[in-house]
């Protein structure tokens, strides 16, 4: 069992947003939660903070529909000089295409989060840095702006459950494996320990910088540490195993 500790627990709403799939340019695709990085990074921009702060992330939630909008996509080729029968800007000397391309959208976004610092002593700094935020909180890109219905310090803590806990009616969330494969949560109603009904995900959390350069010329990369999730709906956690909770009695999927 590990000793109680304390989440800065969220409650956001979104009215149209795009979790960029990294993977994906002609048609920006979306996940259909915001990944760990993106709320962490979140995080670290409210809290002005300068260097990583390790925390542990759980993120359900629900969103009504999507649709695709165009936007304004800009190329450019390393090095390319300007060509006026191809390029629509001129930066210099170096040309940049301007062109029309589709992003997906995901519709009325609820976001239940909880945020588990390992210092816990950030507990206090983190929940004023969304009760009274230093510039509009946004989530996946710059202009999805985060509406905040509630902000909760709430105790999390292991126990062993006496019955199964649903979670909240058309909630989705990103399961770690690791919970699936320990038959402690049933998905869809498929039985303990199956993966019918979810979808697969690797989610970037947090990276280390990797020089792959030499001493003269070094070349810094970002390593991330992806994480092994299945996202899926209509979620029990099961009686007789145990689970992490919050006081509220909420499911702590925590990455």
Same mark, same amino acid.
């Given at each position: 069992m590990k000793e109680n500790r304390k989440a800065i627990r969220l409650k956001l709403y979104q009215n149209m947003v795009n979790y960029k799939k990294p993977t994906s340019f002609q048609l920006k695709e979306t996940y259909p939660l915001p990944p760990f990085s993106t709320i962490i990074g979140m995080v670290h921009s409210l809290c002005d903070y300068k260097e990583y702060k390790e925390m542990n992330i759980s993120v359900q939630g629900k969103y009504h529909s999507k649709v695709n909008d165009l936007y304004t996509?800009?190329?450019?080729?390393?090095?390319?000089? &300007?060509?006026?029968?191809?390029?629509?800007?001129?930066?210099?000397?170096?040309?940049?295409?301007?062109?029309?391309?589709?992003?997906?959208?995901?519709?009325?976004?609820?976001?239940?989060?909880?945020?588990?610092?390992?210092?816990?002593?950030?507990?206090?700094?983190?929940?004023?840095?969304?009760?009274?935020?230093?510039?509009?909180?946004?989530?996946?890109?710059?202009?999805?702006?985060?509406?905040?219905?509630?902000?909760?310090?709430?105790?999390?803590?292991?126990?062993?459950?006496?019955?199964?806990?649903?979670?909240?009616?058309? &909630?989705?969330?990103?399961?770690?494996?690791?919970?699936?494969?320990?038959?402690?949560?049933?998905?869809?109603?498929?039985?303990?320990?199956?993966?019918?009904?979810?979808?697969?995900?690797?989610?970037?959390?947090?990276?280390?910088?990797?020089?792959?350069?030499?001493?003269?010329?070094p070349k810094i990369f970002r390593e991330w540490n992806k994480i092994n999730v299945i996202y899926a709906s209509r979620i029990s956690a099961l009686g007789d195993e145990i689970l992490t909770l919050d006081s509220d009695n909420n499911i702590v999927f925590e990455v």
């Open positions: 996509r800009y190329e450019f080729k390393n090095g390319m000089k &300007y060509d006026s029968g191809r390029h629509q800007i001129k930066v210099d000397d170096f040309g940049v295409s301007r062109g029309i391309s589709t992003t997906e959208l995901l519709i009325d976004v609820e976001l239940l989060i909880h945020i588990i610092p390992k210092d816990q002593s950030l507990i206090g700094e983190i929940e004023k840095a969304f009760l009274y935020p230093r510039e509009y909180p946004s989530l996946g890109r710059r202009e999805d702006i985060v509406r905040i219905d509630e902000v909760k310090v709430v105790d999390i803590y292991e126990e062993e459950l006496e019955d199964d806990i649903d979670l909240k009616e058309e &909630y989705i969330a990103y399961i770690p494996v690791d919970l699936i494969e320990s038959d402690s949560i049933d998905i869809a109603g498929t039985g303990s320990g199956t993966v019918v009904g979810g979808t697969r995900y690797k989610l970037t959390k947090d990276y280390t910088l990797k020089d792959y350069g030499t001493k003269k010329s």
